[in-house]
């Protein structure tokens, strides 16, 4: 039977995340155009408007991971939501207040990406306790399905809501999707027993723990190397492939935004092709095929010129394999880390990961004013193949399945640290 049918608890999480997610979506498209519409924002603010969400992973990130590892994930994650549900609500009573600038929507962009690094850092320590370790598979394929399903929604509804309401008053979109979320967290039954952590030791040392169990373990070092790479690459093409396809190919905007939609619902198909590839060929080479196959198709994107079916058919190849791939590492994770790390796993490996992010956006466009947009697009487009040679340059090429428990590495580590400090 379906995890969603016969555990009360997982539909609940899966219910509300899946409505934040769709609200989310629908803010990314509205924010901008907050700012350009109604604040006449410069490009370079709302690039920094773009930024600032994503800021607090490196702001805060590590810390988070510690703090979170300390308390109970669910009062976190209900807190988060609250904050969101608020900052999103201030914006449009700002503007009907004639009270909104930029520097306020500067500001609701840091605070709810905080918020952000809190809700998602606890979130993905609660989910391997909230489901069994067989369901773990199943758990991680329907929540990146149904996120992936639900960002395509929204992006697409996010232009029509902000052309029916304005874009301000879209944002109380997203508020109402973060109410959804809170109800569907207050109404899980299940309660977690407090953490095995030692509290009596410093932030700091919990925060160098967490680096430290990433920079030692070889799986874990190169999964986390890898997506720095990879997000490099991917955020490189996609800062600069609208405007490819609109001046370079000559498409319309409504037909770039239905191509964009289209290939990104690869990642639907992705996140449960990568739990069946798994369970077929192994976990390591579901990995490869996900990450270094499908993303080959990344090369047809260039050639969008010659037809814009080509721009789908890699578009929807990349796609499929970073979801496919990011469910395969999910449960990796939630088997092979102890459950008192998987938060200062979560905001190391996040630290790393997003921190590419803005660089990437920054190294494509960078590319697209110097070298023209057509090599820009090669250049970026190739990379994200070419990252997966970290993982063919690691002990994952030999190996059918990933390792399901870690063994005695890092519980030796955390005893050793308990001792120095309380030597």
Same mark, same amino acid.
């Given at each position: 039977?379906?995890?969603? #049918? #016969?555990?009360?608890?997982?539909?609940?999480?899966?219910?509300?995340?899946?409505?934040?997610? /769709?609200?989310?979506? @629908?803010?990314?498209?509205?924010?901008?155009?907050?700012?350009?519409?109604?604040?006449?924002?410069?490009? /370079?603010?709302?690039?920094?408007?773009?930024?600032?969400?994503?800021?607090? &992973?490196?702001?805060?990130?590590?810390?988070?991971?510690?703090?979170? !590892?300390?308390?109970?994930?669910?009062? =976190?994650?209900?807190?988060?939501?609250?904050?969101?549900?608020?900052?999103?609500?201030?914006?449009? $009573?700002?503007? %009907?207040?004639?009270?909104?600038?930029?520097?306020?929507?500067?500001?609701?962009?840091?605070?709810?990406?905080?918020?952000?690094?809190?809700?998602?850092?606890?979130?993905?320590?609660?989910?391997?306790?909230?489901?069994?370790?067989? !369901?773990?598979?199943?758990?991680?394929?329907?929540?990146?399905?149904?996120?992936?399903?639900?960002?395509?929604?929204? %992006?697409?509804?996010?232009?029509?809501?902000?052309?029916?309401?304005?874009?301000?008053?879209?944002?109380?979109?997203?508020?109402?999707?973060?109410?959804?979320?809170?109800?569907?967290?207050?109404? $899980?039954?299940?309660?977690?027993? !407090? @953490?095995?952590?030692?509290?009596?030791?410093?932030?700091?040392?919990?925060?160098?723990?967490?680096?430290?169990?990433?920079?030692?373990?070889?799986?874990?070092?190169?999964?986390?190397?890898?997506?720095?790479?990879?997000?490099?690459?991917?955020?490189?093409?996609?800062?600069?492939?609208?405007?490819?396809?609109?001046?370079?190919?000559?498409?319309?905007?409504? @037909?770039?935004?239905?191509?964009?939609?289209?290939?990104?619902?690869?990642?639907?198909? +992705?996140?449960?092709?990568?739990?069946?590839?798994?369970?077929?060929? +192994?976990?390591?080479?579901?990995?490869?095929?996900?990450?270094?196959?499908?993303?080959?198709?990344?090369?047809?994107?260039?050639?969008?010129?010659?037809?814009? &079916?080509?721009?789908?058919?890699?578009?929807?190849?990349?796609?499929?394999?970073?979801?496919?791939?990011? =469910?395969?590492?999910? @449960? /990796?994770?939630?088997?092979?880390?102890?459950?008192?790390?998987?938060?200062?796993?979560?905001?190391?490996?996040?630290?790393?990961?997003?921190?590419?992010?803005?660089? +990437?956006?920054?190294?494509?466009?960078?590319?697209?004013?110097?070298?023209?947009?057509?090599?820009?697009?090669?250049?970026?487009?190739?990379?994200?193949?070419?990252? +997966?040679?970290?993982?063919?340059?690691?002990?994952?090429?030999?190996?059918?399945?990933?390792?399901?428990?870690?063994?005695?590495?890092?519980?030796?580590?955390?005893?050793?640290?308990?001792?120095?400090?309380?030597?």
């Amino acid at each position: 039977m379906s995890l969603l #049918r #016969r555990h009360r608890d997982f539909r609940l999480l899966w219910i509300g995340e899946t409505i934040s997610r /769709f609200g989310s979506a @629908t803010s990314s498209v509205a924010l901008p155009l907050i700012a350009i519409s109604m604040l006449q924002a410069t490009t /370079f603010q709302v690039g920094v408007l773009t930024a600032a969400a994503w800021a607090p &992973w490196l702001l805060i990130g590590l810390p988070a991971g510690a703090w979170v !590892d300390r308390v109970r994930r669910r009062p =976190v994650m209900l807190a988060s939501s609250i904050a969101s549900l608020g900052l999103f609500a201030a914006v449009p $009573i700002a503007a %009907l207040a004639d009270l909104l600038t930029i520097r306020f929507l500067l500001a609701v962009a840091i605070v709810a990406g905080a918020s952000t690094v809190l809700f998602q850092t606890a979130y993905t320590a609660y989910l391997p306790r909230l489901i069994d370790p067989a !369901d773990h598979a199943e758990g991680n394929a329907k929540l990146h399905g149904s996120a992936s399903a639900a960002q395509i929604v929204g %992006l697409g509804c996010g232009g029509l809501v902000v052309q029916l309401a304005g874009p301000a008053n879209a944002l109380f979109i997203d508020a109402a999707t973060f109410l959804v979320a809170l109800a569907c967290l207050s109404a $899980i039954r299940y309660r977690e027993q !407090d @953490t095995a952590v030692d509290h009596e030791a410093g932030l700091w040392a919990g925060i160098k723990l967490g680096i430290g169990y990433v920079a030692k373990d070889v799986w874990l070092r190169t999964l986390t190397l890898f997506g720095a790479i990879s997000n490099l690459a991917l955020m490189g093409y996609q800062a600069i492939v609208v405007v490819f396809l609109v001046r370079e190919a000559g498409l319309s905007a409504g @037909t770039v935004g239905a191509l964009v939609a289209a290939a990104t619902s690869g990642g639907v198909a +992705g996140a449960f092709a990568g739990r069946r590839l798994a369970a077929r060929f +192994g976990t390591a080479r579901a990995l490869l095929l996900c990450e270094l196959g499908l993303p080959t198709l990344a090369l047809l994107i260039p050639l969008s010129m010659v037809s814009p &079916w080509l721009y789908l058919a890699g578009g929807f190849g990349v796609s499929l394999g970073v979801v496919g791939g990011n =469910v395969v590492k999910a @449960t /990796f994770q939630q088997s092979y880390c102890p459950p008192e790390l998987l938060g200062r796993l979560a905001a190391t490996t996040s630290f790393v990961n997003y921190g590419t992010i803005p660089l +990437g956006a920054l190294f494509g466009g960078t590319l697209g004013q110097t070298l023209g947009l057509g090599p820009a697009l090669w250049i970026t487009t190739a990379g994200v193949p070419l990252a +997966g040679l970290v993982l063919i340059a690691s002990p994952i090429r030999w190996r059918r399945d990933l390792p399901i428990h870690q063994g005695s590495v890092v519980p030796a580590t955390a005893a050793d640290s308990s001792r120095a400090r309380t030597a």
